[in-house]
């Protein structure tokens, strides 16, 4: 878990309140703090019972909270009306395809936009649980420019061109990676399939779904068809 660059609300909140350590859901949980599962009071097991529960009550109103946020954040963008909120969408995904309701265990934010909600609710210890390399500096720039990049390649703007320059020259790999993954992800999202792995193919597909949409591509056919190559072969 610790190496996932997104999270869902469940596993945020399992990971905040320490339980991901030995639970891998709250559903998990809850099946063992079912009441034929109660010790008595004076067993040696009560404490642990009650510390449980309480940690389990946390959890779930955290992941409440943050499913919250996660759905804010995805109509906001989805209205075009600009960030949301301080999270990320890493990805998305509907419960049904005939409706609009959103999957909680498909939806997931990335770490550091998580982090960077984590800071702003509880503090530098608790965004460090998410993303230990966390820095309260870099809030304003990693989140706000991940969101527009993802916004302004949907709409085809003139921006989102500029920021895949800026990947060749002004920001490290990490970041990089992080923008090549993004254009995956909304890649795969335009096409009513998904990516083939046919990278030019899916770059035609892709441009030709912006030009029906009445957008201006933001970048040639090739050089899309390269990043959903590198995306494609990141580890």
């Known amino acids: 878990m610790k190496w996932k660059i997104a999270l869902t609300a469940e596993q945020a909140a399992l990971q905040i309140t320490g339980l991901l350590e030995n639970y891998s859901s709250l559903v998990e949980i809850d099946k063992i703090l079912e009441p034929d599962n109660e010790p008595y009071p004076d067993s040696k097991h009560w ?3 009650q510390d449980l529960k309480s940690d389990f009550n946390e959890a779930v109103d955290l992941a409440s909270t943050l499913w919250d946020e996660i759905t804010h954040a995805w109509r906001r963008q989805e209205c075009g009306e600009g960030r949301g909120s301080i999270l990320v ?4 995904y ?7 309701s959103l999957s909680k265990k498909g939806c997931k934010v990335t770490r550091e936009s998580l ?3 984590a800071y702003e609710m509880d503090g530098l210890d608790t965004a460090k649980m998410i993303y230990p390399n966390f820095d309260p500096k870099n809030i304003a720039t990693s989140t706000e420019t991940d969101f527009f990049l993802q916004n302004d390649f949907l709409n085809g703007s003139s921006r989102a061109k500029d920021s895949l320059k800026n990947t060749d020259s002004t920001i490290g790999s990490k970041s990089r990676n992080s923008y090549l993954r993004t254009i995956q992800v909304l890649a795969d999202a335009l096409l009513s399939n998904g990516l083939t792995n ?4 899916d770059a035609r597909l892709i441009l030709n779904k912006l030009a029906q949409k009445g957008k201006e591509a933001p970048l040639k056919e090739r050089a899309l068809a390269n990043y959903l190559k ?3 072969e990141l580890p």
């Not at 046919?198 to 193919?201: K, L, Y």
């Open 47 to 49: 404490q642990g019972w």
């Open 89 to 92: 969408l890493d990805s998305w």
């Open 94 to 100: 509907y419960s049904d395809e005939c409706c609009d």
């Open 115 to 117: 982090a960077a909600w």
């Open 198 to 201: 046919n990278d030019s193919g």
């Open 230 to 232: 590198e995306a494609r």
